[in-house]
Structure formats: C-alpha cells, structure tokens
C-alpha cells in the first residue's frame, strides 16, 4: 500500500516535494506506532480516578476505554454505590478482580463482553463453562430474542427476579436461561435502553423489544459559551456533524458546509485554487452592510477558510436572535461555532486519512474557427453599415492551414490566416487534487490530548505559468485536571496557506480568461519564424509563461488557554480565556513587460516598466472572557445562570513598496536593489467590550423559558460611535414546551419520543464587521510621487454624528418531533427579521476625499421558513438513512430614500427585495424594419433583428422611466438531500444541494458578439436572427451593437440548479482480519464532489451557482474525482 500511495505521488510532478516528503514522514510514524502497539495479545488496560462512584459509572468508564459492553444484573449495578477505585494504565483482569472478588463473583469476558454473575448463581448458570444441566432438575429452560424493534441486541442483561440467576444476549441477540418455573418474572435491561420485565408464562420462546430511552440519549449541543441538551433548547439551532465534512475533496469547510443545515446559505464566486471567494449568510440578507455572520471557533473568532476540515467534531449554526443574542452586535446575522475534536480518556488510538486524485473543468465554452468568426464578423459589419472585413479567399486560407502574408496596407505588419485556438493550449484536461491528514488521540483521566497534522494542494486550470495553492494545518488540544476543582483547556493551531497565481488579473473584463475565451483565433503566438510574441491576437500565453506572478503566503497562529474551576460552591464554575491570535500576509507581486511584435519591431507593451511590489500586513487580535455559571436544582425546578465580559482587541498594520525599471531577475527573487519609489503605510486599532447575561429555566423537563440581557444581558461598544451611541441594550427571550412529557399526550401519540413547541424574541445590534466601522476613523494613506521615495500623507475620516447600531428584531416559531423509536426527526420553523435602523451609505463632496458615510436611514423586512425530516432505518446488517432540509426566504427594503433603479443588478430599492434586477420588458424581435418604425423610439441603430423593447408608460420612447423588476438575484428556496446506505462493510452516500425560484442576467454586452473586437462568438452565438431564422436565441449579429446590450427580460434566466454535490462508496475490512496487524479499521473509498447537476440556463457555459459575474469570463468550477484510504491504529 505504501510503495501505491508513494508512486502516485511521483506521478504528480507539481506537488512532489511537500506532499512526498510529509507522507514519508507520517508513513514512518505510523509504522513506528504500528510497532510500539505489539504484543497483540497484551491486555487491555485502563486508568480510573474514582472516590464514592457508584459501580454502573465506574462501569460505564470502563466500556468507553475498552469497548467491552458489561452484561450484569441491573440490582447489582444500580445498588452498588461508594466504589473507590484509583489506577493507571493497570491491566483489566487486575481491575475487574479489584471491582469483583473472584470469592464473591464469576467473571468472563468472552466475544467483546464482560459477564458478571455472583457465584450462588454462575454456579447454577447453565450458559457458563464447566456448567451442565442436570437432567433431573425441574427448572423451567427458555430462549429468546431481544431487539429493539427491528435490529438485534447484544449484550443485553436478563434475570430472573428475586435471585441472582441470569443470562446475557450475543450478537444476534439471542439469549438461553433456566428459570425456577414458567412463571418466573425476567428483568431484562441494557444501557440506553428502558429496563423492563417480563413474565415467562410458561413459554418456551419469548421475543422482547427495548425501547430506547431518550433521556439518557439526549445530545449536547454547543452553544454560546456552554453545551445544552438538544431537548432543553428552546432556540432555532442546527448541528452538523464533524464526520460529514471528512473525506470530501474540497478547499475548505465552507465547501464542505455547504446545503448541510437549513438556512445556512454558502456561495462561492469561481473555482479559482485559493480564491473561490465563499461567503456565508443564514437566513439570508437583514442589512444593507452587510449579513456578518462571525465564525467562533473553540469559544473564539476564527475563519472557516484555514480550518482543516478532519479537525472539527461539530459545527452548530445559531439562527434566531434567542441562540446567537449572547454574541452581541455579532450575532445579528446569525452564528457559526465551531468545535474542534479532542482527546478522550483511553489507549493511545492513530488515524491517518488520505485522498488524491484529479479535477476537470466543469464549464469551459466552445471557440469557433477563425473562418467561422470571420464569415460571421462579416455578416455584423454588412448589418452595421460597414465593409466586410475578410474577403473569400482569405476565408478559404483559413481553412486550408496557418497561412500568414505581409499586409501592404500596413508593411510593417502580417496578416494571419490561422486556425488557432488557444483554449485547448492553456486549459488542462486534468488538474491535479491531494489531501493528507494524520490524527493522533487518547489519555487518561487526568490529561487527555489530540494533535493532528494535515496538507491539502490544489492545481488550477492553466496549464501554463502559476497557477495553484496549498495549505498546512497543525493542531494540538489538551485537557488537563490538577485537582478536583481545577482544571486547564489549551487549543494551539497554526495554518498556513500559500497561492501562487498570473500577475494578471483573471476574472474580469480585462482578464487573462476574457481574451483566451474571446480574442481572436487567427492570430497566433509568435511571429511566424521568431520567438517574438505576436501582436492582434490574446496575449495570454504570453502573460502566463513571461508575465511575473503573484505569490501570497497567509500564516495563521492561535491560542486559547481556558481555566476552569469547578464546584468552588455547590453548582458554581468559573471561567477565565484568553486567545492572543496572529495572522500576517506576505503579498509579492512582480510583473514583467512584454513586448507585442509587428512584424520587424515591437508593436506594443503589456505591462511596461517591470515592476515589483511587495505588501506585509500583521494583524494582531486579543479575546479575554471572564465567566460564570451558576445551576440550582431543587425538586422540578432546573436554573442556570451565565453571566460574562468579554473584550476584543485588534491591532493592524500593512507596509507595501513598489519599484519600477527593475531587472527581470530582480523581480522573480522579490528583492529590491534600491529603495523603493512608492510606500504606503495603513494602520488601524479598535476595541470592543461586551457584558452579558443569561437565564435558562427549565421544570419538570416540560416547561423551558431562555432569558438574555445585553447591558444587562449584552453590551458592545464601538469607538466609531460618538458617546451616547456607544452603549446599548439588546434583550432576547425564548420558550418551550415539551409536549411528549404530558401524561395525556402520551396517551394520545404514544408513537411520539419528542414532542417541543418553541418561540424566540429578540433585539440585537449590527455593526457590520466591528473593525469595519472602525475603519471609518481609521488612518486613511494617500501616496504621492512616482520616481522618488516619499513620507506619506496622512489623513482622519470623519465620523457621522448620526451613525450607530442598527436595531434588528427577530421573531421565530418552531417544533421539533422525534418518533418511533428516533427512527424519524422533524422540525420547523417560522421567522420575521425586521431591521428599523438599516445603515445606508451616503456619498459626501469628492473634494473631502472620504468614504461615503453611513447613516441609520434605512429599514429591511425578511421572513421566511425551514423544514427539516430525516428518517434512518436498520435491518440487520443493513442500514440506511434519509435527511432532507428545505430553506425559504424572502426580503423587502422598507425604507430607503433618494436611490433609483438602474438597468442590471441592483441593492436596496424601496419596495423590493434588496437584490434586485431591473431591465426593459422584451417583447421578442423586430421582424422588419416597418415594426421598427411603428414602435417607440428606441435607438437611431434599431432595425430587423433586434430585440423590441415595450413602452410601459406610454410616452413613445424607451428610456429608464420604461424599466421593470424582472426577479431577485437571491434564491427564494434552498435545499440539501443526504442519503446512504451500509452493509457488510460497504458504504454509500449521496448529498444534493441546490435553490429555485431565482433569476440571473448575464452582462449582454459579454452574449453578444463583436461589441468589441476582443468579444468573438462561441458555438452558441450561431443561433442568431436572420430572416431565415426568425426565433433565433440571440439577436442579429452587429458589430459595435449597442441597442441589445441592455439589461431586460430577454437575458433573464432562471438561476435555479441542483447538484449532486458529494458521492462517496467505501469498502471497510472486517475486524476479523484486523485482529492479527494492528490495526483497528481500514477503510477504502471514492470520493467525487460536484459530480452532476442539471439547470435551466439558456447560455450553457454560465454556471448558475455562481453568485455573481455573469459576464463569460470567470473561472470554472470543477468536478474532482479522489480515491482515499482511512487507516486506524
């Protein structure tokens, strides 16, 4: 397997050296513990620090460290209590002779359990070895199965009450036992499960079914600043599961997040390695500037985009404003925690993850031949007036081969005749794609430990010049106990990630893919028999190979250290935690002139004067939290108290120098020879400071009630406010009620397991991002001079007076239903956000030279719903599952003066959602020139074959009073789709995501084209009007066209798509053949992300999950193909 794994990485030139060299050092490791793991028949050991326990958690200990399960009548565990146990790393037999004296207790373990049976009864227990049934005996012999509905129970305890006489289920949940007579009474019980007893009645064969008992098996939830019981939760939460994002072939955990939770919107703008440009909303837009919705990761602000997505044991999105109120001004846009995975008392366990594999380019367009762009220029220079530009015979040179031939009217220059596409030069095929991940876990009792270490590398889509990005992740959590009271939680990471791209920008209309997917096809590279780049034609060979790059390395370092003390007084815990965090970007960007060539002399430059430019920012954070609980139960009545300060600090500062005229060695090593021409220092501080308070009350598990205090319950202050705004309160309070614990419910849905209704209120603050606001008043750097070095001029923003919080309410309503047997969950909600304070920004004097202001003039409405259902089922050896979740949103801007449509994409018009598209209404194609001149003026150019727009107010003209809404940019419905199965050793997943009910515009001066000479037509663009072909997709063919290249209802197109984002199919070997090696699994799977998806776009290369940049120019997305081995030690 090693020699596989090695040589597959020798195939990938472009990642060899890192990824080679850190695989070789995992490999190394693993063999090492692999070796430190033998004799395999050691015994098991295990540490417990026990005083009073009573036996059943002393037992529950033990199974966690060995996983054993105990098979031991439920009378012996339950009034067992006062056990005092204290060892480490001690063999098991030695601690099951402590627990039970072999003088007093047969004990065996045998096929993964611990039978323990007193010895007045194991000597009468026909199943024990040595035991044998005495034919003249008179007792009663019964079998049976025990099941919890529909699989097969192990290791159930069955007794006959009143005596010590028992027995203990196997695998398939058989059981035998001899009973005093046909009417003995059983008591059959099992961890998890609702003991029960049942009397024999003289049957021979008896089958049980165990309920399971949902109060033991209640989740804890992450939430802010603690954990909660997920029944106890009276807010709209979900949770994602850390094992969800493992094994999965994408950038980050934003990729992998997204469509897992309802509500959770997570977009990305292109497919470009290291700048996908995710972002993430819940419950879609409430303000203007912007959804802030904070990542806090271990209980600090974090990134999602650095995360090692193998790290994370859970990840909890806090929706309405009773779950994310405890995080102030941050939360108003919702909450992002995350949890990272530790370390759990036990054997020292190893885990060690890889995949590798390749990408393709999803949507790539199809370029005509160069004959087949100059037949059709011809026909839009003929519609505009104008001479044809290509003559027959230089139509048939294209066709016959690479011609080129002097152009007397120009000398100096060629004039080609090629057939060349660039396209397929430049674009790979394949990319490459790999991530390693090794994981090492366990402790005892007082010290538990994971460290984890992971590489993830990404190739773009050129096959030329820079083009690719890689990321290291290290992280080590410790959890250390020094007493009963007091104990100490470290979290230590680092991250570093490093993108190596053109020094030209891609994406946009100046871009490297604008002129590889538009320039002209019969111009080629070089001058025909010299080295010299060709001038008339795409110059993106050119850029790639000769053009400098751009090279950006992110360090990312983060602490969080967190004492506790415990039970200082009866239901009391302190807190304190500090994160000191670091993030600094080394940005060097060095570009090289280039010069286009005629045919004997340069022609042009592309990017003259070489230049260098080299940027360092450092920012530097503190997070101190100061906090308090406090839990009183007496009788029915459960209180918690929270209360806390937290303050952040951030301190930053961005050095940048640029020179020009530099040698082209002086650029490819970033070093300057002289000091630079131009600087330009940025600095910016800020602090904020928070109280806050929390109240959950909870009685009988019936009745819930959340209250949240801020300026009693939370408090943020921004130095961008002026005093009096500085401070405010932000109150929240939420309630549930737990039906499924009513008497006369149960009588009336016994198939109910959980039944909770739940309401949420609440007022938070928005700042957008608090350093954001900060920058407002922060140093603003002007640079001057171009040739000499300088000092440069600083200048203070202005603050507005009337700038403060924004004042959000949220209202939510919900349930949530778990039944038969949890085999199906429910839940849904309902929410109105309301935004009476939304800041808008307000242009000032171009004189000042500030940004525009913000002032509080503004208001936004949204509401909408979520669904949520899963279903999983288990039949034996097979299991499969079903989770579906449904979002619903939709938003209006109530209130936002002075600002009017304009044709395209548009935020904040009053009276309509706040992304909104405005355009003129189609109305088809003018069929002849007599329509044209019937109809309402539109352009002194229109004639046959354009669009024809309608005259909405009747004024015989088409101009901006004639725009209409033509749809929302934002998605109205999102949805996820997680199915799988797993039987005997094999395991299937498939996940959808997807929207509906949205619309797009691509630009139209990028559909159409020959509005400029570097716009050539795709395949598409043949499905053109002309009279023979009157309802055509695209209108007449113009060049220079001006009167279609406006937006309106011909170019919308419905943005809704669904996409089989991840499929995965392992394979696990069975224990039995792990028994001998040791290893404790090994597991094998394909993984595929973005596999499938199917849309309804009428222009097949724009990809609708872009969330903007519909113009033809931005970097696909890919779908990747990755095989992986997962390997336990």
Partial sequence: MQQLLLQALRSNTRFRCVPAFLFIVILVFADAVAVAQVPIASPKKVSLQYSNASLKTVLREIEKQTKYTFAISTGEMETRNGVSIHVHNAPLPDVLRNLFPPSRYKVEIKDGQIIVIPLNAAATDPLLPGNKRDDNDNRWQISGTITDGMVPLSGVSIREKGTQNGAATADNGI???????????????????????????????????????????????????????????????????????????????????????????????????????????????????????????????????????????????????????????????????????????????????????????????????????????????????????????????????????????????????????????????????????????????????????????????????????????????????????FSMETRLSYAQTNTFSPAQAVEGPQGLLAGLYRAPNNVPVYVPGTMNYAAGGAPTYAVLQDGGQRDEKNNYIDAVLTLRADSLAKGLTLRVIYSPQQHTLQDNLGRNTLALWNRVAPAAYIQPDNMLQKSRLVAKAGNLQLLTDYEVKKDKHNIHLLGGYTQETYNTEQNTAVSYGLTKQEINTSHFNAPPQQTQLQQATGTMMSLFGKMNYNYDNRYLLEANLIGARLSQRSTAFTRLEQWQAFPSFSA?????????????????????????????????????????????????????????????????????????????????????????????????????????????????????????????????????????????????????????????????????????????????????????????????????????????????????????????????????????????????????????????????QGVSNRKVIPDPRYNIPFTSNWRQPWDINQDHWSPDHPDAMFPRVYSGDEQNTVPSSHWVMNGAYIRLKNLQLGYSLPAALLKRIPITNLRFYFSGQDLWETNNMKIKYYDPEQADGYNGNVYPFFRSYTFGINVGF
Wanted: hydrophobic content about 35%; overall charge neutral; cysteine-free.
């Fill in 175 to 485: 059981f035998k036992l001899e009973v005093a007579s046909g009417q003995a009474v059983l008591s059959v019980s099992l961890i998890g499960f609702e003991s029960k007893e049942i009397t024999v009645r003289d049957r021979r064969n008896i089958s049980i079914t165990l309920q399971p008992d949902l109060k033991k098996l209640n989740e804890l939830v992450v939430l802010g600043y603690g954990l909660q019981k997920r029944a106890n939760i009276t807010g709209a939460i979900a949770q994602v599961d850390g094992a969800r994002l493992k094994s999965r072939p994408v950038p980050n955990v934003m990729a992998a997040l997204q469509g897992t939770a309802t509500g959770l919107i997570v977009t990305r703008s292109n497919g470009q390695p290291g700048k996908e440009g995710f972002n993430i909303q819940i419950r879609g837009v409430s303000s203007a500037s912007g959804g802030n919705t904070p990542v806090i990761v271990d209980g600090v602000p974090g990134s999602l985009a650095v995360l090692n997505p193998d790290d994370i044991e859970s990840v909890s999105i806090l929706k309405d404003a009773a779950a994310a109120s405890i995080y102030g001004a941050r939360g108003a846009g919702g909450v992002v925690l995350v949890t990272t995975r530790t370390g759990k008392p036990g054997k020292l366990s190893v885990d060690f993850n890889t995949l590798a594999g390749f990408e393709t380019p999803i949507r790539l367009p199809n370029r005509l031949h160069s004959w087949e762009e100059a037949t059709m220029l011809n026909e839009a220079s003929e519609n505009a007036g104008q001479q044809a530009p290509w003559q027959p015979y230089e139509i048939d040179l294209m066709k016959t081969g690479n011609h080129y031939a002097i152009d007397y009217d120009h000398p100096d220059y060629y004039k080609y005749y090629y057939d060349f596409n660039q396209l397929p030069l430049l674009t790979k095929k394949q990319t490459g794609i790999q991530n390693y991940n090794i994981s090492v876990k366990g402790g005892d009792t007082i010290n538990q430990f994971s460290a984890s270490m992971g590489y993830f590398g990404r190739e773009g889509l050129f096959a030329a010049g820079p083009d690719r990005t890689h990321r290291v992740n290290a992280r080590v959590n410790l959890n250390s106990r020094f007493s009963k009271h």
């Fill in 736 to 992: 549930g009620w737990r039906l499924n614990n009513e008497t006369w419910f149960n009588n009336a849905l016994p198939f109910f397991n959980e039944f909770k209704l739940r309401w949420s209120w609440g007022r938070l603050g928005n700042v957008n991002s608090w350093n954001t606001i900060a920058n407002d008043e922060r140093l603003q750097t002007f640079t001057f001079g171009y040739s000499n070095p300088f000092s440069p001029f600083i200048y203070k923003n202005p603050i507005p007076q009337a700038s403060g919080w924004e004042n959000i309410s949220t209202n939510n309503y919900g349930w949530d239903a778990t039944l038969f047997r949890g085999r199906l969950t429910l839940s849904a909600d309902y929410f109105v956000k309301h935004n009476r304070d939304m800041q808008i920004p307000v242009l000032t004097s171009s004189t000042t030279g500030a940004w525009p202001l913000r002032f509080n003039t503004g208001e936004m409405k949204s509401q909408g719903w979520e669904l949520n259902a899963g279903w999983r089922s288990i039949r034996g050896p097979f299991t499969w599952y079903i989770n579906a979740n449904l979002f619903n949103s939709q938003n209006k801007v109530l209130r936002n003066e002075g600002v009017a449509p304009q044709p395209g994409w548009n935020q904040g018009i009053a009276g309509y959602p706040y992304s909104s598209l405005f355009g003129y209404m189609a109305e088809g194609y003018f069929q002849t020139n007599d329509q044209v001149q019937q109809h309402a003026f539109q352009t002194d150019k229109t004639a046959a074959g354009d669009i024809r727009y309608k005259d909405t107010n009747g004024d015989n003209k088409i101009d901006y009073s004639d725009l209409v809404y033509l749809g929302s940019t934002d998605p109205q419905y999102s949805y996820g789709i997680d199915a799988g199965f797993s039987w005997k050793g094999f395991d299937f997943s498939l996940f959808f």
